[in-house]
């Protein structure tokens, strides 16, 4: 989906686009809010992720996001945007693909889990990507499920190879819920703090079934993505 660089291009391409953006440090502060058809999301990035945070807020201020789709949407899992090809896309082309040619570094957290409304990076699969670098515009956030003891035990088991998962991040996953097979796979910035009734609604729509597997029939719009104050 997404070309890999190196780390030092990818930083003085980063450097450069924040230079031209003037990205400034009152703006590493700022909230993300993503007014979208059916809502509004306002999402919290983490300072552990400066990275993805910094990349995040330049691509915003830059209106990159204005008019992209919620292309990708899997009720109790996800919901998946940022694929700049998703702009005016006709009905029923498969997406996904689209970006803006860099990826970014991963940024595992060990704090910084799948609960239900983190927002973290989509990527390219290991086999062309083993060093699980994020793409450079697309992102999910989480809707998930919520799981039982006995479902996080099998999990544990089959598909985190033994990886214990920590007492305070299983009391969430049992309240909250989330995708915790994701955890340290893929890079988690942010929150949302406002609008995870949005983020229910977004996953309950009817999706295709055809090439744009998952693509919502009736075009789920991030209509604006802006900085906002911290209220």
Known sequence: MIPRIPLIIFSLFVFSCTSQQKLRKADL??????????GTIRVRLSD????????????????????VLFHRVIHTFMIQGGDPDSHKAAPGKALGEGGPGY?????????????????AAAREGDDVNPQKASSGSQFY??????????????????????RKIPSEQRDAYKTVGGTPHLDQNYTVF??????????????????SKGKDKDRPLKDVVIKKARLVKRR
Do not use: C, M
């Open 29 to 38: 502060k700022k909230d993300i809010a993503l007014e979208t058809n059916y």
């Open 48 to 67: 552990q992720t400066p990275l993805h945070r910094g990349n995040f807020l330049k691509l915003a201020k830059s209106k990159y996001y204005d008019g």
């Open 103 to 119: 990826t970014i570094p991963a940024e595992f957290r060990a704090a910084l889990f799948h609960k239900k409304g983190v927002i």
């Open 141 to 162: 956030i989480v809707q998930g499920k919520v799981w039982t003891d006995g479902g996080l035990d099998t999990l544990e088991i089959k598909r985190l190879n033994g």
């Open 190 to 207: 942010g929150e949302v703090i406002e609008g995870l009734n949005v983020i229910d609604t977004i996953a309950a729509v009817a999706t």
